[in-house]
């Protein structure tokens, strides 16, 4: 065996031998016989491996010309522009789609070959890219130089026509689903780093198969107002991603969410309620006995919060629920049938379980009435009289002095003091912000709208800057945790 031959051995690599080969004879030629062929055969393979990617997960911004194998999960279509200069010849680029099992990226092709991926491309196809990464408009992309079909690799990932919520992989685009609106949010701007103001909304589909989260983007998140719970909807030409360990339907400026007229059933399968747990994220459901109405309050901030408590019951139990935002404006009434998804058990008032329905929560409010209303007894039997709130945010009117001496009725709907309204402002983010009085130490989770200095993160409900050195990136949820001065989070931690 050669040297040529040894060097390819000890090399990880799925490039061909021959190619191999070919690669070192031309080295050696363009050294002009300073190198000979085991020293050219070790800088090609010196070169192979530090563009070779493992997974399009491993492709990072900033990484110099990276390698990899991926199968083409859609084609867009090709666009011209103008380059600069009075003699520059028109451009061309044409996005293109590829995943593997770890992720998805976008591979931008220029000029020639954005016209042979509008001749020759298909979906399905497995490629093998090599190009530059950076951080592009809607994420991570690589620029390509060099594009070759590999036929005889084979890369998972699923490629459908119609999918199920449950066909759903990471990387996955080109997306066409038929859910049920299971829920919808109002629109949020941020701010991005070329300071143009980006725009999201969010929408939660369903089907027989399970739920998921559809994310709109820009020109699309204003769809969030033209649907309403239970009405079927087409979400078309999305991409799939990954959040907080849950995978999300994206719809960016190619994709569309239209009504459809279809029959879709969604069954969700709920926990009994005398079987939760504190610090358990699940699905509830049952007939709601009791219906509070909506408490405004101040946040640090300075901007105004709003809560609703309703209290279910089901056939094992009875919980209240506070709804945070938007979703204390959701039409609830006596005797309604609702399920809550991914809402937070906390310990709350007067050591009575509470359920919080965050930003991540949906709300949903099914046919027909409950059966367990009646069982409950109804609201006269409680002697409730609507003025006691969730998670411990405002205490009961009827009660005496608070253990901290404060007295009375706190939060925004009493005259309790500054530390009441810090609570529900900690609260309102469903647990996952919270503060002390004196020191303003605080812990905040939420989602990077703008990187750079300072860093804005958004929960669903508020936004909050970070004066942070972290490396982090747009669309990434993050938990920071230090001082609160002036409305800025003075990042001690960062995970």
Known sequence: MGVIEDVYEDLDTDVEFKKFEAAVEDKVEQMGGLADEETAAMLI????????????????????????LGKVTSIGDVRTFERDGEDAEEGRVCNVDVADASGSVRVALWDEMAAAAEEQLEVGQVLRVMGRPK????????????????????????????YRVEDLSLGASDVDLVGQVLDTDSVRTFDRDDGSEGRVANLTVGDETGRVRVTLWDDKADLADEFEAGEVVEVGDG????RDGDLELHVGDRGTVERVDEDVEYVPETTDIADLKIGETVDIGGGVIETDPVRTFDRDDGSEGQVRNVRIKDETGEIRVALWGDKADRDIDLADRVVFTDVEIQDGWQDDLEASANWRSTVTVLDGGSEATGAAGGTDDRERDGAEAGLGAFADERSGPSDDGSGGESGAGGDGGAAAADAVAA????????????????????????TGDPVVLDDGQRTKSVETDASLRLGEEITVRGAERDGTIDAEDVF
Do not use: C, W
């Open 239 to 242: 991409y799939v991603r990954e």
């Open 427 to 450: 609260e309102s983010s469903g647990g996952a912000a919270t503060a002390t009085a004196a020191a303003e130490e605080v812990e905040f989770t939420g989602t990077v709208v703008q």
């Open 135 to 162: 951080e592009g408009y809607s994420g991570l992309e690589v620029s390509a130089d060099k594009v070759e079909p590999d036929e005889d690799a084979e890369v998972d990932v699923q490629v459908l026509d119609t």
């Open 45 to 68: 393979a010196h070169e192979l491996r530090d563009e070779e990617a493992d997974t399009i997960a491993d492709i990072e911004p900033g990484m110099n010309d990276v390698k990899f």
